[in-house]
């Protein structure tokens, strides 16, 4: 493995087959293994740590499944994933097809075929993600080392400012309502909209030239 990935998170409610992909990891990549068995405790190790691959089940045995996981990490972190399942049905492989998806391995498989892709993300990883984005107006972003630059200055965000920036970044324009972003950033919270126009009063301050619009009564977008 390269210098690249340093994190891979496992969503596997199966405890024994999560065990066995870490330890098949660990025995041949250089990189840090979290295992999760639940969406929660998925969502607190991506918030704690830089993720850079999400290896999930799709059946994880909860309402949401490894998909509705992925895709909320994805808005949040921008990280790829490996879907491990069992199906592969017209309507999973629809479903999975609108995400940014790296791999999909059916169960059972084989051990070289994981480390492959794997091996593969590394490599795709590394290709792709040095570059900065440019965003307009000495605005610049790098999605592998999460750093915002204006005219190459940092620009710190706290955790939520950087969460919601990331979202607005890639709905590409498209508006993100009120509902949306309080169910992203405050799962399972209620009366959010005080904390959530403060965060988008900070978030504008340090954005200055960056457009980050509103649509009265419905919601925000980055207008890049």
């Known amino acids: 493995m390269g210098e690249s990935m340093k994190n891979i998170l496992i969503l596997e409610d199966e405890v024994i087959i999560a065990l066995s992909i870490k330890q098949t990891i660990k ?3 250089d990189a840090h293994v979290h295992a999760s068995h639940d969406s929660a405790t998925a969502f ?18 909860e309402e949401i499944d490894g998909i509705d996981v992925a895709k909320h990490l994805y808005e949040l972190y921008d990280i790829p994933v490996l879907f491990l ?3 592969s049905d017209t309507s999973t492989l629809k479903r999975v097809s609108k ?18 892709q794997i091996r593969l993300v590394d490599y795709q990883y590394a290709k792709e993600k040095t570059h900065f984005l ?30 919601l920036f990331l979202a607005l970044l890639n709905a590409k324009g498209n508006v993100m309502t009120y509902t949306y ?43 890049i």
């Open 99 to 116: 995400l940014k998806e790296i791999g999909y391995l059916i169960k059972p498989f084989r051990e070289k075929d994981l480390i492959t």
């Open 134 to 163: 440019d965003l307009g107006e000495g605005y610049s972003y790098s999605n592998k080392t999460k750093e915002l630059l204006r005219d190459n200055e940092h620009i710190r965000l706290t955790v939520k400012e950087h969460q």
């Open 181 to 223: 972003i309080d169910t992203l950033l405050w799962p399972g919270k209620v009366n959010t909209t005080g904390v959530r126009r403060q965060l988008i009063y900070r978030l504008k301050r340090k954005l200055t030239d960056l457009r980050l619009e509103s649509v009265k009564d419905i919601g925000y977008f980055l207008n």
């Open 27 to 29: 025995a041949n990549c």
């Open 44 to 61: 607190n190790i991506a918030y704690k740590h830089s993720i850079d691959l999400l290896i999930a089940d799709i059946d994880i045995g």
């Open 85 to 87: 399942t069992s199906h």
